[in-house]
């Protein structure tokens, strides 16, 4: 059995987590997306009759047909070479990944910045603030065939692999983000064992925002309490962000339970209650990832013995 793999090494494509901004980015709230190493993926030639191999070459596949389909009505957000894309499907090309789907880091942002950087004809680097939300637009346009709706922000990180400050939907700029420390305070990641389904809840929070209450809760507290977040992490304020962060786990809480499985809302409010861990949602939530932050990570883990815990960052 013959393996072919493109070992280049800006061939990986990593996945990303959004520390910051899940749906408050909508209303214009700032956010913050980092890239995240320990998932990645990238195309391979494959020969053999791997079952996930050919499920991935046939998903490819399908978003060939959509990219053609755009191609055809002009609709195509930057020049791809479609005829290569299509050769290296019938050499079974998949995208060989270990990011997992409905986790809220990445796995379809993954894709789209892998095929951009394979096929797009003049490719834009994105070393300017006008280029970073060119980039973002096409990205937005081609990852709208897996989510129906797309910011493009996912693909942007995976394909730049840099830390992103979101200002506003006009003002996007690469950051550095603090140094790690041998401290006890933590991000972590919790494993919910759920996979989660972006559209559905990025469509309930849409209606929810025609209600003038709801709307105001997220233009008002949530974006204080969600800039303030990122301002302290970056500023290395650890205080005053687990302060901010704690106000925004209660926010979630209260007024963003359908995207929270069910089985995570006593332990959400747990972390509350006893100041041990708060919990944010990752991404679009309701399933994947849920997000940790505490000040001691020995007492968090401690509290959190039965559930499957990843630190990210530690300040």
């Known amino acids: 059995m013959s393996k072919l793999k493109n070992s280049l090494k800006d061939s990986l494509f990593y996945g990303k987590i959004l520390l910051f901004g899940e749906y408050g980015i909508i209303e214009d709230s700032m956010g913050l997306s980092i890239p995240y190493n320990n998932y990645q993926g990238s195309f391979v030639f494959e020969d053999s009759d791997k079952l996930e191999f050919k499920d991935s070459n ?35 090309m998949a995208f060989d990944s270990s990011i997992p789907q409905g986790y809220g880091v990445g796995s379809s942002g993954a894709i789209v910045a892998a095929i951009y950087d394979k096929y797009a ?27 129906g709706k797309s910011s493009g922000l996912d693909p942007l990180i995976c394909y730049l692999n840099l830390p992103i400050l979101i200002k506003s939907k006009s003002e996007l700029n690469t950051v550095g983000l603090p140094k790690e420390k ?26 929810r925002l025609k209600e003038e209450g709801f709307r105001n809760m997220i233009r008002n507290q949530f974006k ?33 339970k359908p995207m929270i499985p069910n089985l995570y809302h006593k332990l959400w409010q747990e972390g509350i209650d006893s100041n041990a861990y708060y919990l944010k949602l990752c991404g679009s939530g309701g399933g994947g990832f849920i997000l940790g932050f505490t000040e001691d990570i020995d007492k968090a883990k401690a509290k959190l013995a039965a559930y499957d815990l990843a630190v990210i960052h530690k300040f």
Do not use: M, W
Request: with cysteine; charged share 25%.
């Open 58 to 92: 046939g998903e490819l596949r399908k978003f060939y047909l959509h990219l053609e389909q755009l191609a055809s009505t002009d609709d195509l957000p930057c020049q791809l070479d479609l005829v290569a894309f299509k050769a290296d499907l019938e050499q079974n």
């Open 121 to 147: 004809i003049e490719k834009i680097e994105g070393k300017t603030n006008k280029d970073i939300l060119t980039l973002k637009t096409i990205f937005g346009a081609l990852e709208s065939y897996f989510h």
């Open 182 to 207: 041998e401290n006890k305070g933590a991000i972590f990641l919790l494993n919910t064992g759920e996979v989660g389904k972006t559209q559905p809840l990025v469509e309930h929070f849409l209606d």
């Open 224 to 256: 204080k309490y969600n800039d303030a977040s990122i301002n302290a992490f970056l500023q290395e304020d650890g205080k005053s962000l687990l302060a901010n962060v704690k106000n925004l786990s209660k926010l979630a809480l209260e007024h963003f």
